[in-house]
Every structure is written in C-alpha cells, then in structure tokens.
Nanobody, 122 residues
C-alpha cells in the first residue's frame, strides 16, 4: 500500500516561488506514475503535472507550462513540484497522486495525499 504526504505549501507574493514535496511510502512507490493536481473553492480538481514511472516523461497543464517543474528522486521516494513565477490564480490546495498509468485524469489515480495549501497574493 502506497501512502503519500505533501508538504511545502504556504503563502507567497505573486512572482515568488515555492517547492512542494510529495513523500511516498510503501515498497511499490517507484512503480507508479505520480501527478500533481490542484483544487480551489468551487472548482473541480484540475491536472497540474505528471511524471511517469521511470521519470523520463513529463507533462504539464498549459496554465503552468514553463513555470512549474515536476521531478522525482527514487532513492528518497520523493516527487517535487517546483513552482516559479506564481500567480494569484495558482492559489489552491495541491494534491499529489499515484497511479499505474500516466494520465491527466484524476479518476485513474488510486492513491492521494491529504493536500497542501498554496496561497498567492497580488
């Protein structure tokens, strides 16, 4: 059973950066694709970024392309989301999720963390 724990959220000004961390536990973490999603009040959970099992394929939502970078460190069972040039519209609860396939659909991920709040003020 894989468990995920996010950290690194906080409150920043527009234009600043944050790095979110997703810690995985369980023997099979390295066998999963890992994605970041976000959700703000009144909106559906939306895809942000994903990295495949072996870390060679990455995909980003258009809204964060060229500003966010997803990476994973297998030795530490960690996945990171480096966020730069943050905008107020990036404000949301950010979740990491693990699943057997690389996808932008939240329904294909069967393990989720508890989320971490990111607030960007103008």
């Amino acid at each position: 059973q894989v468990q995920l724990t996010e950290s690194g959220g906080g409150s920043v000004q527009a234009g600043e950066s944050l790095r979110l961390s997703c810690a995985g536990s369980g023997l099979s973490f390295s066998l999963y694709a890992v994605a970041w999603f976000r959700q703000s009040p009144g909106r559906e959970r939306e895809f942000v970024a994903v990295v495949n099992r072996i870390g060679e394929e990455r995909s980003y939502a258009d809204a964060v392309q060229d500003r966010f970078t997803i990476s994973r460190v297998y030795a530490a069972d960690m996945v990171y989301l480096q966020m730069a040039s943050l905008k107020p519209e990036d404000t949301a609860v950010y979740y990491c999720a693990a699943g057997p396939v690389t996808s932008r659909s939240p329904t294909l991920y069967n393990t989720w963390g508890q989320g971490t709040q990111v607030t960007v003020s103008s």
